[in-house]
């Protein structure tokens, strides 16, 4: 790992992406490059032809990009930035080992950049991270603190035609605001001044090792930002040094009147209550469901323990437009299907999505792609609960086989196991090991006043999948 301990220095250094258009590497990218740095990199979805348009946007952006098959690799000066899961039979991997540059993982080049930071907000949590980061980086940049902000989706308030992938910002003020992932224990190596924490539940790894890192990540923040819906994560809330709680249906620090909550297809509003000093006020947002809602909470939460006055924080958060794949509305066809791409991929994800489709009228298609066959594995009866339970008796569940992009992985537990879970609940369920056939079946499917919700992560191409849909129903 670099010894590197200041973005300068860090700047200084050449880089090399091994998987530079991923969802977790390609804002890391953007905020080496916009730091002064170097970067080139290569990505197997470019070798294969899968997102054209965004390789394209890097190389006008100055990144220089090579196929994946170590020809970037050119000098021991270069660091090789790869995820710690990279196999090294991965061409990057054996010529950084041949000239002798360092590597380091995504983690470890966050948590350097991070670290280093006078003010430090990491979100945490099984489900909601992107859009609390994102959240809490508009409200900071609403409020002129000018923050960097390291999110894992594109934030729609700093997209534009020039920046379509506007998943990372950077700023020139002190705060640093990044979500930190849970899944491989890397969320140890960050030493926040503010901790969020929006929930614990079941995705990659079991809950005893949840609640052994996600308490020992509360700890080490000055402030914890706390679920206090969440049972697993109110637990924790005894190891930290400060604490702020939010919640929805709770005697949270920062909270909502419940009968003032109004939902819409497109947003949803309440009266906030902060308990500690019985201010009250109005908030409008762009974004629909009551997860949403709950993500508000604990993004002012963090925002106030950040220093921005609540009444500013709700203010600004009104103008939240939201993240890409996050129940994002593709558009309407004219027989009135409405088609929707989210990021949904764990049961506590996908239960949200669909209580945010099930608050309004008209049937809902649920089409699945599993972001792969460990989580599958991990997860699958309590995402086959989800799936049956959440949905009414019109309602069509349907899954095709988990991504898979090669390398070594057991396979024994696919999505028609998870079909049949569905069933055995009581669901209505279809597998379709093709997502282009899966496409034809929701086309046959779908009829007027249909909702068509697609699902799944770790795939950019699932948005233009669900482009496609759209461009064919009646």
Avoid at 90 to 95: A, I, L, N, Q
Avoid at 162 to 186: I, Q, T
Avoid at 385 to 393: D, F, H, I, Q, Y
Avoid at 425 to 436: K, N, V
Wanted: proline residues 4%; contains cysteine.
């Amino acid at each position: 790992m670099t010894t590197a301990n200041s973005p300068t220095q860090l700047a200084s250094r050449p880089w090399f992406f091994c998987g530079i258009g991923g969802s977790g590497m390609l804002p890391l990218a953007l905020i080496l490059r916009g730091l002064g740095a170097r970067v080139a990199g290569s990505d197997r979805s470019r070798d294969q032809g899968r997102t054209p348009d965004k390789f394209a946007w890097l190389e006008r952006l100055g990144f220089e990009l090579f196929p994946q098959d170590g020809s970037g690799l050119r000098s021991h000066e270069q660091v090789l930035v790869a995820s710690a899961a990279i196999e090294d039979t991965v061409p990057e991997v054996g010529k950084a080992k041949e000239l002798g540059c360092e590597r380091m993982s995504r983690a470890q080049l966050l948590s350097t950049l991070f670290n280093v930071a006078p003010s430090r907000i990491a979100i945490g949590g099984t489900s909601g991270k992107s859009t609390v980061t994102g959240m809490i980086g508009w409200i900071l940049t609403s409020a002129g603190r000018d923050p960097t902000i390291m999110n894992g989706a594109v934030m729609k308030n700093f997209a534009s035609d020039d920046v379509p992938f506007a998943s990372a910002r950077v700023g020139n003020g002190s705060a640093f605001v990044a979500e930190v992932d849970e899944s491989d224990g890397s969320i140890a190596l960050y030493r926040p001044t503010i901790a969020v924490l929006n929930n614990v539940s079941l995705d990659h790894k079991s809950l005893e090792e949840l609640r052994e890192l996600f308490s020992a990540f509360l700890a080490r923040a000055e402030i914890a930002i706390v679920n206090a819906d969440d049972p697993e994560s109110l637990a924790l809330l005894p190891g930290a040094r400060q604490s702020i709680s939010f919640g929805l249906a709770s005697n949270a620090d920062i909270s909502v009147n419940l009968i003032t909550i109004k939902e819409s297809a497109t947003g949803i509003s309440a009266e906030v209550i902060d308990r500690r000093n019985r201010q009250t006020h109005a908030l409008a947002l762009q974004v629909p469901g009551r997860h949403n809602l709950a993500n508000a909470l604990a993004a002012l939460a963090a925002a106030t323990a950040a220093g921005v006055e609540l009444e500013d924080a709700v203010r600004h958060l009104g103008g939240f437009a939201g993240l890409a794949r996050r129940f994002d509305i593709v558009g309407t066809s004219p027989s009135g299907i409405t088609v929707i791409d989210d990021f949904g991929h764990n049961p506590e994800k996908v239960a949200a999505t669909l209580a945010t489709l099930k608050a309004h009228p008209g049937r809902v298609i649920a089409f699945f792609q599993p972001h792969g066959y460990g989580p599958l594995r991990q997860m699958g009866h309590e995402l086959a609960e989800v799936l049956a339970t959440r949905l009414g008796t019109d309602d069509v569940s349907l899954l095709c086989d988990p991504v898979y992009f090669g390398g070594t992985v057991d396979r024994s537990v696919g999505s028609g196991r998870i079909v049949a879970m569905i069933r055995e609940h009581g669901g209505t369920a279809e597998h379709i090991a093709e997502r282009d056939a899966c496409g034809d079946r929701l086309v046959d499917l779908a009829r007027p006043g249909d909702r068509i919700v697609i699902m799944g992560a770790r795939d950019d191409t699932l948005a233009q999948f669900a482009r496609a849909v759209l461009e064919r129903l009646p």
